[in-house]
Each structure stands twice: as structure tokens, then as C-alpha cells.
């Protein structure tokens, strides 16, 4: 089955503390972007890949970093996560040349205490 | 500053009737539009896309109009379901100048809700 998946699926961590949510996508994607949705301000993009080791910032990349190793997988790190991050993440994945049709992940729900 | 607006947070219909989504957007350079659609606890899914060149796009009971002079497009849903009820986020990135520009911009979706 076509999928992207996210772990955790839900996270509560402390202020500081380093952590990593992980993406992978089985369609042999090119392009790669994480999402965040926080009430009142929808869908914002993060960061996104257009291929292994091509990546750039969206519009809220702060506090963020993202690496591309491998084309499948695509982690999110947060290095000293604060309580505005406290978010619902989505990954997404999609061909490069018709990279505006994502395919989404279930999201991830991380507070941030 | 919002490049993508969607004014209306919900919307409520009958089942059978059209729902209509608006959405607005700033930037001139916008030059591809697109509908996703979210049920709760899911990720969004791709629903409808138009280009620029095109004033409407059809899919079966999804329809999107584009009005470029007003900045300005909209989903229509005909019949309406009460499966359709979801929230609707209306999406946009621009042309490439020169180079690449693989940037998303979202606006803040609309809860459609369809009553049986």
C-alpha cells in the first residue's frame, strides 16, 4: 500500500530535550515537506526536499532542522524544542514534477511542555 | 501577512444542496491552485487543482473557478454528502522565475459541515 508514515504519532516532551519525528514514504517520492497546523493559522510549511540532500526552507523554519539521506525518509529535529512548538506535524511526499499533489501522513501531535 | 485567505472558518449545508468555498489570495504571482481536503485525526488528501490559464476545472461533483482579475477562486460541491463534511484548505504556489520554487502556501480551511 502507497503510504507515508510518521512516528510518534503522539508526543509530550519537556522543554529542551532533543527529539526527532521520522517520515517515510514507499512511492519513490522526490519531493519531501513537513507541515505544521496550529488552530486559526492552518497548514504551514516548514521545510521541504526536492530530492537527496536538496532541501529548503517554507515559511516557518525556525527552530527547525531536516536532513535528506535517503530518498524515502525525511526526520523532522527539533534540537531544543520550546512550548510553541507545540503543533500537529504532517509529512508529505509527491513526484517532483507534479510536486503540488501531496500525499500526506497521519500527522504527528506533539506537545511541548 | 496571509497570502492565502480563506474568510469563512465554517460552513453549514443540507445534503443535496451546493456548497460554495471561497478563498483569496494576495500574491500576483500565484499561478497554480489547488483543494485539499481534511477529515479529523487524518492527513489532508489532494480533492482539485487549476492552473492559471483556466477559469474552471471540473471532477466529477467538485468544481473550481478561478477569477484571476479578482484574485479570487472557489470549490463548489454538487450534491453535497454528509461524507463530504471535512475541513477544506484552499492551497497556492507561484510561477518559477528563473528558478525553482517548490514552496506550498496554504490558507486557514473551512469546516463544511453537510446535514443529513
Known amino acids: 500500500e502507497a503510504q507515508v508514515t510518521q512516528n510518534p504519532r503522539y508526543l509530550i516532551t519537556v522543554t529542551g530535550k532533543k527529539l526527532t519525528v521520522t517520515c517515510s514514504q514507499n512511492m519513490n517520492h522526490e519531493y519531501m515537506s513537513w507541515y505544521r497546523q496550529d488552530p486559526g493559522l492552518g497548514l504551514r510549511q516548514i521545510y521541504y526536499?526536492?530530492?537527496?540532500?536538496?532541501?529548503d526552507k517554507g515559511d516557518v523554519p525556525e527552530g527547525y532542522k531536516v536532513s535528506r539521506k535517503e530518498k524515502r525518509n525525511f526526520p523532522l529535529i527539533l534540537e531544543s524544542p520550546s512550548p510553541n512548538q507545540t503543533s500537529l506535524y504532517f509529512c508529505a511526499s509527491a513526484q517532483l514534477l507534479s510536486y503540488n499533489e501531496q500525499f500526506f501522513g497521519p500527522g504527528t501531535r506533539l506537545t511541548v511542555l | 501577512d496571509q497570502q492565502v485567505k480563506q474568510n469563512s472558518p465554517s460552513l453549514s449545508v443540507q445534503e443535496g444542496r451546493i456548497s460554495i468555498l471561497n478563498c483569496d489570495y494576495t500574491?500576483?504571482?500565484?499561478?497554480?491552485f489547488l483543494w485539499y481536503k481534511k477529515y479529523p485525526a487524518e492527513g489532508p488528501t489532494f480533492l482539485i487543482s487549476?492552473?492559471?490559464?483556466?477559469d474552471k476545472n471540473e471532477d466529477g461533483r467538485f468544481t473550481v473557478f478561478l477569477n484571476k482579475s479578482a484574485k479570487h477562486l472557489s470549490l463548489h460541491i454538487v450534491p453535497s454528502q454528509p461524507g463530504d463534511s471535512a475541513v477544506y484548505f484552499c492551497a497556492a504556489n507561484p510561477a518559477s522565475s528563473g528558478g525553482s520554487n517548490y514552496k506550498l502556501t496554504f490558507g486557514k480551511g473551512t469546516l463544511l459541515t453537510v446535514n443529513p
Open positions: 487549476i492552473s492559471s490559464i483556466k
Open positions: 500574491n500576483s504571482m500565484f499561478d497554480y
Open positions: 526536499s526536492m530530492n537527496v540532500e536538496v532541501t
